[in-house]
């Protein structure tokens, strides 16, 4: 197995790398202001607050930045995607691509290190920035993970505003009647969102309401790496009920200025201040070797080696004479049996069926009863549904 296959295996977090992710984390925080004060916009509050998590999430997930799309790597999905300077700092310090890259290109046109996390970038499993649809992206690819046997495990990174999105709850009860264990929600809890404190803004229960629809609940400091790493630890091995990681944090973690301020929830530190901020960190500031690099031209795509897309074999072709009656969903329905009796036999094509209480309607129930282990009844929770059908195909 390669050395970065870890899957959170040691029992807690060994001194070394204890040492070694607080220097990351110290760097990553430099790297996030770097990044956003040259590209003069972008969210370097909360990707501070998160910095934490993604930084054990790509050390310690079964992930290789050397073959960042093995199909059997566990899946980090960010889901609050307007932290993709926090995203891009960590999955660098884990080795996917250099940081000079992510620093010189940031929101620059062209670059694939965009405002809002996209899988142009290496490590990235799926474009957000639409609040609200990590967690359904998070139920397609844990239930890819157990129709297709590979059992790897799926970790959502949400924010606490966002936590305010209805799909949220719709996801949150798919993933518990399917019993899928094998997928960790992390919310950063910086109780901060644009227009201020999140109690003012919507009141609500966070942890109350995750428990409500069954989740697993473990509280921690977001900010203490031990504490990250023994929650992610227990998450992972975890065979019951999901877990959601609540980490308390602070927007803006490490530089004093900027900490509990929501100004800095989208917001650079102007130039006038980087110095002060990074002198805080104890980073050296060489901004302007990147803004030299930046002027000189676009940080190139990367080539990223896409699994091939599945052989679909058609079904068996059925005619209907102009003297037949039959209805089209029924016809649907027909169809749709006979494209799955001819590709998923074997070590065919992953198929999932998703019904919001209809089936009896749109004609799936032939295809419930022959493949039940493939059929999902989602009940009337379109929004999250949508999402989760657009992770699996994915
Ligand atoms: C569906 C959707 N609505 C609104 C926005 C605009 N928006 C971007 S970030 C944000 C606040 C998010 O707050 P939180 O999740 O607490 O993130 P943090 O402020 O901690 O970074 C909003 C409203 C969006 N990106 N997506």
């Given at each position: 197995m390669f050395d970065t296959w870890r899957g959170f295996s040691d029992d807690s977090l060994s001194g070394d790398w204890q040492q070694k992710l607080t220097v990351m984390a110290r760097e990553a925080r430099g790297n996030i202001l770097k990044m956003t004060t040259l590209a003069a916009s972008g969210h370097p509050g909360g990707s501070m607050s998160s910095i934490e998590m993604y930084l054990v999430l790509y050390n310690f997930?079964?992930?290789?930045p050397r073959e960042p799309?093995?199909?059997d790597r566990d899946r980090v999905i960010?889901?609050?995607?307007?932290?993709s300077p926090g995203a891009y700092s960590a999955l660098a310090a884990a080795?996917?691509?250099?940081i000079e890259d992510a620093i010189t290109g940031?929101?620059?046109?062209?670059?694939?290190?965009?405002?809002h996390v996209e899988r142009?970038?290496?490590?990235?499993e799926w474009g957000t920035?639409?609040?609200?649809q990590g967690l359904a992206v998070g139920v397609g690819k844990a239930i890819y993970s157990k129709l297709s046997g590979k059992g790897f495990h799926t970790y959502v990174v949400m924010g606490d505003g966002e936590q305010q999105k209805g799909i949220i709850s719709e996801s949150r009860r798919i993933a518990v009647k399917y019993k899928l264990s094998r997928l960790t929600a992390l919310i950063?809890?910086?109780?901060?969102?644009i227009s201020g404190d999140i109690e003012n803004i919507m009141p609500q229960n966070i942890a109350g309401e995750w428990k409500a629809d069954g989740w697993q609940v473990i509280e921690i400091d977001g900010h203490d790496l031990g504490q990250v790493y023994d929650a992610l630890r227990k998450a992972t091995h975890n065979e019951g009920a999901p877990v959601m990681i609540l980490a308390n944090t602070t927007m803006g973690k490490g530089v004093s200025f900027m900490e509990?301020?929501?100004?800095?929830h989208g917001a650079p530190v102007k130039p006038d201040r980087i110095d002060e901020a990074l002198k805080e960190l104890g980073i050296?500031?060489?901004i302007e070797n990147y803004r030299e690099r930046r002027n000189r031209g676009v940080v190139g795509r990367y080539a990223l080696k896409r699994p091939e897309y599945p052989q679909v074999t058609d079904g068996e072709s059925i005619t209907y004479e102009p003297g037949d009656k039959m209805d089209n969903r029924g016809a649907f329905g027909k169809a749709l049996l006979s494209v799955a009796r001819a590709n998923m036999s074997g070590d065919g094509i992953v198929m999932g069926v998703f019904d919001c209480d209809l089936a009896s309607s749109v004609k799936t129930g032939a295809f419930a009863k022959e493949f039940p282990d493939n059929f999902?009844?989602?009940?009337?929770?379109e929004h999250s549904t949508a999402t989760v059908a657009g992770s699996l195909s994915a």
């Open positions: 997930a079964r992930v290789d799309m093995r199909d960010v889901s609050h995607g307007h932290t080795g996917f691509f250099k940031f929101r620059q046109a062209g670059s694939p290190f965009e405002g142009s970038v290496p490590g990235i920035g639409n609040l609200g950063d809890y910086n109780r901060l969102q509990n301020d929501e100004g800095f050296e500031n060489d999902f009844q989602f009940g009337i929770s």
